[in-house]
């Protein structure tokens, strides 16, 4: 185990890969690393809500997002894993989801955001953490990016498709461009294999639209997409899938 732990060092991280499409490198160093260690707190606090151990650690900086976090999480949600770390020992690369959580509709990738506003890259973070997830059994179906307000009130939900080969296309971008060495090391003859059977058959995704559409207004079939789905919305579909079994 510790031979594979220390193979598994320079594996590129999920973040790592899509950093150079995300915009953040035009924003003051500062004002990233502050966002970071705030959002990392944040994250510690709600794993101790999620696992049981209580709130720990809030203060003036995170008390916001952390009371946004509460209201999502007291909607009876089931948590399966909490701040999973998964591995892919073929494409050399690794990311851990905050939480794996069942819903009526099957199991669900879900990752807390304390940003100032949603991210383009998000779906393609999401559907990298399904991808892994699933290579190690999951039968990822959902995948949810809760974004945390900052004066506690309701988070909204964004909800993203689940596409391995979307990420695939960003990862082979990266690695083309950004990381010559990985390119020949690490782009297995299986991950080219999958990026052939990608691009014969592929499957882009509206980003403006699916950061925007909501599951209700899609199931409902209408044309009016909210910002993102409410926590009002997350109750009433557990409800009409209740009602529905």
């Not at 596409?163 to 299986?190: S, V």
């Not at 909210?226 to 899938?241: H, P, R, V």
């Amino acid at each position: 185990m510790f031979k594979k732990e220390k193979s598994r060092e320079n594996y590129l991280r999920v973040t790592k890969v899509l950093y150079p499409f995300s915009g953040l490198q035009h924003i003051n160093p500062d004002v990233l690393e502050n966002a970071a260690r705030r959002g990392t707190k944040v994250h510690k606090i709600c794993e101790g809500i999620a696992s049981g151990i209580g709130e720990i650690g809030t203060d003036d900086e995170t008390w916001g997002y952390v009371e946004s976090f509460k209201k999502w999480f007291e909607t009876d949600i089931k948590i399966i894993e909490i701040e999973k770390r998964f591995w892919d020992d073929q494409l050399c690369f690794t990311g851990q989801v905050d939480f794996i959580i069942r819903t009526e509709e099957g199991l669900a990738i879900v990752d807390i955001k304390t940003s100032s506003k949603p991210s383009k890259t998000w779906s393609a973070q999401g559907c990298a953490y399904a991808y892994l997830a699933k290579k190690s059994g999951y039968d990822i179906k959902k995948i949810f990016f809760l974004h945390l307000n900052k004066q506690g009130k309701e988070p909204k939900i964004y909800e993203y498709d689940v596409n391995d080969y979307f990420f695939f296309a960003i990862y082979t971008t990266y690695i083309h461009f950004y990381h010559k060495e990985q390119k020949m090391n690490n782009l297995t003859e299986k991950m080219q294999e999958r990026l052939d059977k990608w691009r014969k058959n592929p499957k882009p995704i509206d980003l403006e639209k699916k950061e925007r559409e909501t599951p209700v207004s899609r199931r409902n079939g209408k044309n009016d997409y909210g910002d993102a789905m409410t926590l009002e919305d997350w109750n009433e579909e557990a409800k009409k899938s209740q009602t529905r079994k």
